[in-house]
């Protein structure tokens, strides 16, 4: 948004830029209400501000923020989905499942959904390739995760059309019995140097409305920071 100070405010002495006609400059919401106040400090006595101007200033000022709260919001919204649905995804591992994964002439997965083999892995003529595994560990890659199978094969979600061994045992709707189902695994997540580091959680607890996870070794982490989760050997 470019707010101009009109002529007829007079030019600021104390290092405020005034922003010309058309000039492409974006302010925040603290910025802007600090050029209003310079504006109102620096205007020309003989011809005030007129009122209406200022309540349309004020007007736009109180959208701005409204708008910036609410993209907020929603990204902090967008980050606990994604964290509740990573600890839903960990109780797949130790499950056998069949999957299916097409593919085109040279090689490449696509991972549309078809119907699934039995036991070992076949090649279809249609290019699809199908089996089943067992879930060793769930790695993330930002927001998707990858569920990586004991044959060494890596698939997505929408690879697995069936849990043979059982279903997940996610309590919907209560974050901490879900994160509970991590006690007992290894995890490895980034510590606040970005480097990696792997170790069993050993307990679970909520701390100023997030889920943190005790580990061995005194350490602990949160769901934000755990790049994979396998099962304890």
Known sequence: MTTTIQKQYGMPSNG???????E???LGKDAFLKLLVTQLQYQDPSSPMDNS?????????SSLEQMQ?????????????????MIQF????????????????TGKETGEVVESAKDSITQSTAGVESGTGTIVSVKYDGSTAKFVLDN????????????????????????LVDSSMLIGKNVTF??????????????VSRKDNSIVFNLSGGLQTTADQIVSITQKA
């Open 90 to 105: 960990n109780s797949f591992v130790g499950k056998t499942v069949k999957y299916h994964i097409t593919t085109t002439t």
């Open 24 to 26: 492409n400059t974006s």
């Open 152 to 175: 060494g094969k890596t698939i997505q979600a929408s690879n697995i059309s069936e849990v043979l061994s059982g279903s997940s045992s996610s309590s919907a709707g209560n974050s």
């Open 69 to 85: 709260n609410v993209s907020s919001s929603i990204e902090e919204l967008t980050a606990v989905t994604q964290q509740t649905q």
């Open 53 to 61: 101007q200022f309540i349309s200033q004020m007007a736009q000022f």
């Open 190 to 203: 980034k510590n606040e140097q970005g480097e990696e580091q792997t170790a069993m959680v050993e307990s």
């Open 16 to 22: 405020v830029k005034v922003v010309a006609e058309g």
